[in-house]
Nanobody, 127 residues
Framework: QVQLVESGGGSVQAGASLRLSCVVSGIAFSTVTMGWFRQAPGKDREVVGAITWSTTRTYYAASVKDRFTISRDNAKRTVIVQMSSLKPEDTAVYYC????????????????????WGQGTQVSVSS
């Protein structure tokens, strides 16, 4: 059974930082591209970014580029998004997702491409 478990969400003020983690089990972690998505109330789920299984390629949405950093530790089966300079518009439920891409070193910004999802963790940023 594949499981993705996010942690690290919370409520912070604008300008603060948060670090979200996602631990993956039940799948060969080193063969999947990992993505982070978010969904705000009343809005569609949108991509935050992604990192390929090789760690050599990353992607960031324009809205978070230069503020968020995605990394992964294949030995610990963990993907992390370090979020800094948080804004109220970053408020959302954040999800990690896994996409079986090996041997292709690719990523997708489309939620429909991802095979497995975590349950989400809430991030709330107040002004």
């Amino acid at each position: 059974q594949v499981q993705l478990v996010e942690s690290g969400g919370g409520s912070v003020q604008a300008g603060a930082s948060l670090r979200l983690s996602c631990v993956v089990s039940g799948i060969a972690f080193s063969t999947v591209t990992m993505g982070w998505f978010r969904q705000a109330p009343g809005k569609d789920r949108e991509v935050v970014g992604a990192i390929t299984w090789s760690t050599t390629r990353t992607y960031y949405a324009a809205s978070v580029k230069d503020r968020f950093t995605i990394s992964r530790d294949n030995a610990k089966r963990t993907v992390i998004v370090q979020m800094s300079s948080l804004k109220p518009e970053d408020t959302a439920v954040y999800y990690c997702a896994a996409d079986r891409t090996w041997p292709n070193n690719i990523y997708s910004d489309r939620a429909s491409e991802y095979d497995y999802w975590g349950q989400g963790t809430q991030v709330s940023v107040s002004s």
